[in-house]
């Protein structure tokens, strides 16, 4: 069982290393940079199983779990670094508590809510998935207008109702965007961090990062994890964060 986060408040780093994948030993040098101060709010609990059904809706005969005996257990505020080798199952992980797989109701908890099952969490924020992808080639934040066309930052970021004022100009700044970016034109970095500001405009309880700083530059990252790290300490925001890049996580 998973289950993400508990109403106690810590701004502890959970260690990594609680995480097990098959065949996929985390290494604990990795999980040294984002480990507990002190005591862990991770606890084990029942193993979460995985794997991709097949074309009739179950897992081939005879094949082996993708994820097996996967435990965790998160409070608000805490921050969990997810490493492991490529192919491991970090993005499935990701993917499962974002309600994007489909498992048993009870093997996922989110906010005391089931993750798939439960389409509040989602549609109403509190759990907030940003992914690595950006495809060049469908809709985004609810614009009709694909990516490649000749569409400002400013349209995008600014287009979104409802929100904070303060919290966008802050995201603008920490990301160092430019309003006037043409996003036909600039590079992917450039555009990852537009992604990454319309991801994060609006508050959340529980976010899941895959991946999404691999375009940014040390800078822009170093900005990110800052903000990230006040997310959990002012407001209680739990986040887990699966990267290959280790830089600038020791604090």
Not at 39 to 56: C, D, E, R, V
Request: glycine share 10%; proline share 6%.
């Amino acid at each position: 069982m998973c289950c993400v986060p508990g109403s106690e408040t810590t701004k502890n780093f959970v260690p990594a290393n609680r995480v097990r994948f098959r065949n996929s030993p985390i290494p604990a040098t990795a999980a040294e940079k984002w480990r507990a101060s002190s005591a862990t709010s991770s606890q084990p609990s029942s193993g979460l199983k995985f794997n991709y059904p097949g074309i009739n809706g179950h897992p081939p005969p005879g094949s082996k779990p993708l994820i097996e005996d996967f435990s965790l257990t998160l409070n608000a505020g805490d921050r969990c670094l997810l490493v492991g080798s490529n192919g491991a199952g970090k993005t499935t992980i990701l993917k499962i508590l974002g309600g994007k797989h489909m498992v048993e109701p009870h093997m996922v908890r989110v906010l005391g809510r089931s993750a798939f099952h439960d389409t509040t969490l989602t549609g109403s924020g509190d759990l907030s998935y940003l992914g690595g992808e950006w495809r060049r080639d469908v809709a985004f934040a609810g614009f009709d207008v694909p990516i490649q066309m000749d569409v400002s930052a400013d349209k995008f970021i600014n287009g979104v109702a409802g929100i904070d004022p303060e919290r966008r100009s802050e995201l603008i700044k920490v990301l160092n965007i430019d309003l006037s970016w043409r996003l036909h034109k600039v590079s992917d970095g450039q555009r990852r961090r537009v992604q990454i500001c319309m991801g994060l405009l609006k508050p959340y309880k529980v976010l899941l990062l895959d991946v999404i700083t691999v375009d940014l530059d040390v800078l822009a990252r170093a900005g990110l994890l800052k903000f990230l790290k006040k997310e959990c300490e002012e407001r209680g925001a739990t986040i887990i964060y699966a990267t290959h890049i280790f830089d600038g996580l020791e604090d």
